[in-house]
């Protein structure tokens, strides 16, 4: 079983950056693609970002050329940078594994 943390979330505003990570508590983390998605209060869960194992990156139109999803295996680590952040970013952050394990969450508020 896969376990997923995920941290770096906060308070910005906008215009700002965080950087959000998702550490992958086995080996088969490397091996599996992981994908960002947020979930805004009253909002159905949205896709963000995936990165394959071999570092083949999709972003949802929303985030593209402001967020960068990356991955370091050695860490199990994968990152969201995320930069001009802007209200409607505010959101519970989950990342997911290809398996369908996801973590916790991390919020992320934006103000204006």
């Known amino acids: 079983q896969v376990q997923l943390v995920e941290s770096g979330g906060g308070s910005v505003q906008a215009g700002g950056s965080l950087r959000l990570s998702c550490v992958g508590s086995?080996?088969?983390?490397?091996?599996?693609?992981i994908s960002w998605y947020r979930q805004a209060p009253g909002k159905p869960r949205e896709f963000v970002a995936v990165i394959s194992s071999g570092g083949i990156t999709t972003y949802a139109d929303s985030v593209k050329g402001r967020f960068t999803i990356s991955r370091d295996n050695t860490k199990n680590t994968v990152y969201l940078q995320m930069n001009s952040l802007k209200p409607e970013d505010t959101a519970a952050y989950y990342c997911k594994s290809a398996t369908g394990y996801w973590g916790q969450g991390t919020q992320v508020t934006v103000s204006s």
């Open positions: 086995t080996f088969s983390f490397r091996v599996n693609a």
